[in-house]
């Protein structure tokens, strides 16, 4: 996933490697390619080659792995997690709140979602396979009221965040991963745990997860305050009647 930057008006630069400052102009570009994508989808993939190369020269941060994803975040900096010190809290309008280890969440039935990882700025990796735990298990575990609609998510980087309906997060192609390519999810990659909502853009499957809260109704994320759709439907994937 590319988290795009940091929107310009009245919030700092973002920073690539080594603390390097990515300018606001490249930021929007990158938010408007961004926006473009989600719009029209495949239509607009094709003309984005050279912006995408004027990016990664200016931007080093947005220069894809060996697998073809992009990193970037929204803040200069995220902390690294790992067994000891990361933690999964799941709370809000449920019966029974919990707090999972790394540990913890590796040692519940694990699941398998293949799938396209497709992103609004024109790139995806195809057949990408995330395994964890699927979200609806959790929230089974803790017991959603009857007021519980919607599933907030927050992230330890302490600035993104990321809603789906109930119905949304109950599919069995939605995990909570620990794993891509069977190795553990790493940090560049949104680790160790991240959301992997396979139906949707990739602006959905948030990174660093921390927090799952069920909430009464849908709140907006971090690009949905910036126009982004809140129902990021992949082309082909809506359902029938979305």
Known sequence: MIDKGMPAAGVPDA??????????????????????????????????????????RVAPAVVPDDRGFRYFSVVGSVPRKDATTYRL????????????????????????????AVCTDGW???????????????????????????????????????????EQ???????????????????DSGGPVRLFVAPMYFYKSAKWLSGIEVTSQVQQGYWEDYGYPVDGWLPGEEPVGA
Not at 32 to 55: C, I, T, Y
Not at 131 to 159: M, P, S, Y
Not at 173 to 186: G, I, N, W, Y
């Open 15 to 56: 920073a690539g490697p080594a603390g390097r400052p990515v300018g606001r102009r490249i930021v929007l570009a990158m938010l408007g390619l961004g926006a473009a994508g989600v719009a029209v989808g495949p239509a607009v993939r094709s003309g984005l080659g050279e912006v995408r190369a004027a990016l990664s």
């Open 89 to 116: 809290t799941v709370g809000g309008l449920v019966d029974r709140p919990a707090t999972y280890t790394l540990d913890q969440l590796a040692a519940l039935p694990q699941t398998t979602v293949v799938h396209d």
């Open 124 to 166: 995806q990796v195809d057949a990408v396979p995330f395994t964890g735990v699927l979200l609806r298990d959790l929230l089974d575990a803790a017991g959603v009221r009857d007021e519980g609609a919607a599933v907030r998510f927050t992230c330890f980087d302490g600035a993104y965040s990321e809603s789906l309906t109930l």
């Open 169 to 187: 997060a109950r599919r069995s192609d939605v995990v909570v991963a620990l794993r891509m390519f069977d190795e553990p999810v790493p940090h």
